[in-house]
């Protein structure tokens, strides 16, 4: 490279070099008050949740990072595209910030939207140790707002997160007061006969699983935040205002359910790229997902922000209100959901031979759905209106058929599905994947293990991709666990069966007894963490180091 | 250019070599716990409990169990004692050290050693076994012994929960012991030994850490050994009411 | 969904265009609040709105009591679009029938289903989407719109593509009475 050469490469940096923003963070102990229980946790700049970062799309950000614990920490930012040394995961990205260091992240912002930073340490994350990521977009967005909120969930509870992984361990169960118990048989037996609730018991009895093990982690308290339900987030608006609501689930085990009463939502924009726009009542949100929504309540009114665990062991509630102190009526829980016989997919599958002739209990007993009538390898000519009838008369196709988890909205009208996510702008032009990898979602409820193709990542080999490599990744969950599986540093184009329109994601939730496709444009070289983002799922195993050879030189900078 | 470009393109400099340093591809090898077996550890009371028998017997009893290690591989210490109120003396006190390691999904193997030192003789024995859970929800723990005095004999733990509410709890639970050949000293004769049943009730008053329990527990012996207990003045059968805690952390 | 269930949800959808329809066009008597279609030959002006992936530039459009005014509609953006005047309320009720388009596969992401829309459905109806206030423009498409306006206030354009409108796809149309 001559002179002349570097001086232009440099000239051309200098834009970038002007919008630097810099950045002080400092991991801390703090002290989290939920208004039920005050805990010792982690957090940024002296609290839980950290600030919220706000970037614009084309600067360079430099992030300094004083880690003021006694333990080594770090910070990866979730869904950012970046050099994987920049990614913050100890072990594979860089060897982690040790007490009393100050590590200086830099890397230019390549995209907009809404994301989340947090510790990839330990249990530190659960403990607090996170914040919310807001990209200003370089042109306009595609949608209006007259304001916007952060809606940060969590699911905090009172024990730390080395205890409860410690517990779990211990008894499986120890967290799960939504077991079935002698009265559930009873009032079973009554609605649908003795004969057959005995049969269903013994047909899980038999698999020794549990219907109930929809939240390995309940007794917490729902943060919206950093507020519990009794402290009340409220964010303020006036009447016919658009409001445009960032939801992002932090929570280290919890999916909610999330609406508000009275107003509808149009869902814009999924793990911080954008979507077709959607008006629902009510959507799922994944552990580490963010669903962007905008609301237009057109009276001058107090709305609750309801956010009901999947389990419905808990909830989270904040307020949107014309001035502070307004408050809407708080939704009851519904009942816990059970699994059903179809959420067993594969451990049903597995445990066949000792119930051949049994009648399962819940009339059920089809094989996961996997979505078969989705694969499509040339999807050009699909009839979307045919899938789209396929759904309203299937439910949705992300949940393996006569799921117990399939969601319903409250007031009877549109949950979100998957299946209604369209990217607004295709990221990546569609081609034919290079190859496909199948990764089987397993683990041992009894044992509290987790891993993927039966292996938990300590006996694991990394995962090899190549540079420049579509990848499509097969998703089998033989667990009756969701998991949400999170890939670092490059996208998740997740098949929604819309070909060029399929939704780019940064996190997939896995629901039990399905089989998800997604593919990724390999495109980033180094090495990276890809895993089921529940943090005691992460942290028994369920967890993968994906190397990616070759690529342009120097194309991590 | 003027000055402050030619400061602003030093500076651009400076950061343009950051990721050229990256070019180096420094692929670091994962050493954090992370890519560690998880070393996990408990100790748990299954039982702590005061007894009450239909002679007047007291007797202080307690079944504990502390682990450590990892999925492949667990230190298991369990200790079993019973100690008489009124003689001040252990009827039974029986410590186990085994190592254990999972055989199936839901089973493991267990092999160690066993220390029985109460009132009397000592006895030291090598225990295999298996431990685990068996369909419909039955907690096993089976052990075969082979004490120091060359006899051999065999132990069957069995526990059922059956729960009221998700606090309110009853344990069944159904402890067999065989013999294969006799060893009087001990008061243990060939065949069926004795059994020790028991029903009781718990409440999680703190989360599965402690629960309080009240129960119903019922000791019999059999064939040989209750001749050799009866022989000694003791009942070859007796039923205890037991108040106690179930304790875990 | 089996052929029957299709044409049943078909027939009312076509039941549910015309109802909506009624006030827009039909017998030439009506007087919508919104205006009605006007001569090119009356127009004032030409305004070219262009729509985008999802909004439209411009965004506000002032006209006077009783202009004609000729709108060129050019989409630009990757996805169908509509480009419709009216109130508020007749949006709303647009919305659910283009709700039902994408439902039966008319409107799909960048294309429109044009033999779905021309399917002969009895009775007269079909499923196009001809009413004199509105365009519905795949990617690239380009089409004029001559209206006059009748100086009520509270008229917009908007697409009412499911979800669009909500989003923010909307332009505000000022009565400009001064003058």
Not at chain 1, 70 to 90: A, C, K, R
Not at chain 1, 488 to 514: C, F, R, Y
Not at chain 3, 46 to 72: A, L
């Amino acid at each position: 490279m001559n002179r002349r050469l570097v001086a232009g490469f440099l000239f051309s940096l200098l834009p970038a070099l002007v919008t630097a923003g810099e950045y002080d963070l400092t991991v801390d102990r703090v002290d989290i008050d939920t208004g039920e229980f005050v805990k010792q946790g982690i957090g940024y700049n002296g609290a839980s949740p950290g600030p919220v970062l706000r970037f614009k799309e084309g600067e360079t950000v430099r992030i300094n990072v004083t880690n003021n614990l006694d333990e080594v920490t770090s910070i990866h930012w979730h869904g950012l595209i970046l050099p994987f040394e920049q990614d913050g995961v100890p072990g594979i990205s860089f060897p982690g910030i040790r007490p009393g260091d100050t590590f200086t992240y830099e890397f230019p912002i390549v995209q907009a939207g809404t994301y989340w930073f947090h510790s990839h340490s330990g249990f530190q994350e659960p403990d607090g140790a996170y914040g919310a990521i807001v990209i200003e977009p370089e042109g306009r967005e595609p949608f209006r707002y007259d304001r916007e909120y952060v809606i940060q969930l969590t699911d905090k509870h009172p024990h730390s997160g080395d205890r409860i992984m410690r517990n779990l361990k211990m008894m499986p169960d120890y967290y799960n007061r939504q077991q079935q118990t002698v009265g559930e048989f009873f009032s079973d037996a009554s609605e649908q006969g003795l004969l057959t609730t005995l049969r269903d018991r013994m047909a899980w009895g038999n698999m020794r699983m549990m219907k109930a093990d929809v939240e390995d982690l309940q007794g917490f308290t729902g943060l919206i935040n950093g507020k519990g339900p009794e402290q009340n987030w409220t964010g303020l608006f006036e009447a016919g205002e658009r409001i445009r609501l960032r939801f992002i689930n932090s929570s280290a085990m919890t999916y909610f359910d999330v609406r508000i009463p009275g107003l509808n939502m149009t869902v814009v924009q999924a793990d911080g790229n954008n979507v077709q726009p959607v008006t629902v009542d009510e959507f799922r949100i994944g552990v580490a997902e963010t669903y962007d929504v905008i609301v237009r309540p057109k009276d001058a009114e107090a709305y609750t922000i309801f956010a009901e665990s999947m389990g419905r062991s808990g909830y989270a509630r904040a307020t949107l209100a014309p001035e502070n102190g307004m408050e809407a009526p708080v939704p009851a829980l519904r009942e816990p959901s059970r699994l059903t016989m179809a959420d067993m997919g594969g451990a049903h599958d597995r445990a066949h031979g000792d119930m051949a002739g049994m009648n399962h209990g819940d009339g059920d007993n089809s094989m996961p759905s996997d979505m078969s009538g989705m694969d499509h390898s040339g999807m050009a000519g699909m009839d979307h209106g045919a899938m789209a009838r396929d759904q309203s008369a299937e439910g949705d196709p992300f949940y393996a058929k006569g799921s117990g988890l399939l969601p319903e909205a409250a007031n009877g009208g549109k949950f979100l599905s998957y299946a209604d996510l369209k990217a607004q702008k295709p990221l990546y032009e569609n081609r034919a994947p290079t190859r496909e990898i199948e990764l089987r979602l397993t683990g041992n409820m009894e044992r509290y293990t987790w891993s993927i193709n039966g292996v938990k990542y300590e006996d694991a080999d990394p995962i090899r991709l190549q540079y420049g490599e579509r990848v499509r990744f097969k998703f089998v969950n033989e667990t009756m666990m969701t998991h949400p599986m999170h890939l670092h540093g490059m996208w998740s184009i997740l098949d929604v069966g819309a070909g060029e329109w399929n939704p780019v994601k940064h996190t997939v939730s896995v629901q039990p007894g399905t089989t998800v496709f997604m593919e990724t444009e390999v495109d980033a070289t180094g090495q990276w963490a890809f895993h089921c983002h529940l943090s005691y799922h992460a942290a028994a195993g369920m967890f993968r180091k994906v190397i990616v050879e070759g690529g342009p030189e120097g194309s991590g900078a | 250019m003027t000055r402050i470009q030619t400061i602003t393109s030093t500076g651009a400099l400076v950061l343009s070599l950051i990721p050229m340093a990256a070019d180096a591809r420094e692929m670091i090898a994962d050493h954090t716990a992370r890519k560690q077996p998880l070393t996990t550890w408990g100790i748990q009371f299954e039982e702590l409990e005061y007894r009450y028998s239909d002679d007047d017997e007291e007797v202080g009893v307690w079944s504990a169990d502390a682990f450590y290690g990892t999925d492949d591989l667990k230190f298991r210490w369990m200790s079993k004692g019973e100690y008489a109120i009124d003689e001040q003396a252990y009827e039974g006190l029986e410590n186990q050290l085994v190592a254990q390691t999972p055989i199936s999904a839901f089973f493991d193997a267990k092999a160690g050693m066993r220390f029985d030192t109460p009132e009397g003789p000592d006895r030291t024995y090598g225990v295999v076994g298996v431990t685990g859970l068996a369909p419909q929800w039955f907690e096993i723990d089976a052990s075969l012994y082979v004490s120091d005095e060359g006899d051999a004999s065999a132990e069957l733990d069995a526990e059922y929960e059956l729960l009221i509410t998700n606090h309110w709890i009853i344990a069944a639970t159904l402890d067999a012991s065989v013999a294969f050949s006799e060893d009087r000293q001990i008061g243990v004769g060939k065949g069926l030994v004795s059994t020790e049943t028991g029903v009781r009730l718990s409440y999680d008053l703190i989360d599965r850490a402690f629960s309080p329990y009240l129960g119903v527990v019922h000791e019999r012996k059999y064939g040989d050994s209750a001749d050799l207990a009866e022989a000694e003045g003791a009942s070859a059968e007796d039923w205890f009411a037991v108040i106690g805690a179930r304790i875990a952390f | 969904m089996n052929a029957s269930k299709t044409l049943a949800a078909m027939a009312i959808l076509s039941v549910s265009a015309t109802a909506g329809a009624a006030g827009n066009h039909g017998n030439g008597h009506h007087t919508a609040n919104s205006g009605e279609a006007g001569k090119a030959s009356e127009a004032s002006r030409t305004v070219t709105v262009e729509m985008y992936d999802n909004y439209y530039e411009p965004e506000s459009i002032s006209v006077k009591p009783g202009e004609t005014v000729r709108f060129v509609v050019e989409n630009k953006g990757n996805l169908v679009h509509e480009f419709n005047i009216g109130t508020p309320g007749m949006h709303e009720a647009h919305q659910k029938e283009m709700q039902m388009m994408v439902e039966h596969g008319v409107i799909q992401g960048g294309t429109l289903n044009h033999d779905m829309m021309n399917m002969e459905m009895g009775n007269g109806h079909s499923m196009k989407h001809d009413d004199p206030n509105s365009v519905l423009l795949e990617p690239g498409q380009r089409e004029e719109i001559v209206w006059t306006f009748s100086g009520a206030n509270a008229i917009e354009f908007a697409c009412n593509v499911p979800g669009h409108y909500q989003a923010g796809m909307y332009g505000d149309i000022e009565i400009n009475k001064g003058d």
